[in-house]
Nanobody, 115 residues
Framework: QVQLVESGGGLVQAGGSLRLSCAAS????????MGWYRQAPGKQRELVAT???????NYTDSVKGRFTISRDNAKNTVYLQMNSLKPEDTAVYYC?????????WGQGTQVTVSS
């Protein structure tokens, strides 16, 4: 059974930083493209950052230059370093493989950025 467990969220002031972790079990992340997603209240879930199995990364425009996605294959974990946080980054953050698998969605981790 595949489990993706997100952690590292919290309450931070605008301009602050957080590092999110996505720890996997039941699946080897090194063989998969991975993505970080977020869903703000009343909005659809959006793809924020991706990393391929080969390490190529991509970001949605709103986080470019501020967020960094990375992976540690030895720890079977994907990270999202978030710097210069803005109130509009407030959301529940999730990880999943690409393309997404519905059964892999976890509980997410709440990120709240105060102004």
């Amino acid at each position: 059974q595949v489990q993706l467990v997100e952690s590292g969220g919290g309450l931070v002031q605008a301009g602050g930083s957080l590092r999110l972790s996505c720890a996997a079990s039941g699946i080897f992340l090194r063989f998969n493209a991975m993505g970080w997603y977020r869903q703000a209240p009343g909005k659809q879930r959006e793809l924020v950052a991706t990393v391929t199995s080969g390490g190529r990364v991509n970001y949605t425009d709103s986080v470019k230059g501020r967020f960094t996605i990375s992976r540690d294959n030895a720890k079977n974990t994907v990270y999202l370093q978030m710097n210069s946080l803005k109130p509009e980054d407030t959301a529940v953050y999730y990880c999943n493989v690409l393309p997404t698998v519905n059964e892999y969605w976890g509980q997410g981790t709440q990120v709240t950025v105060s102004s």
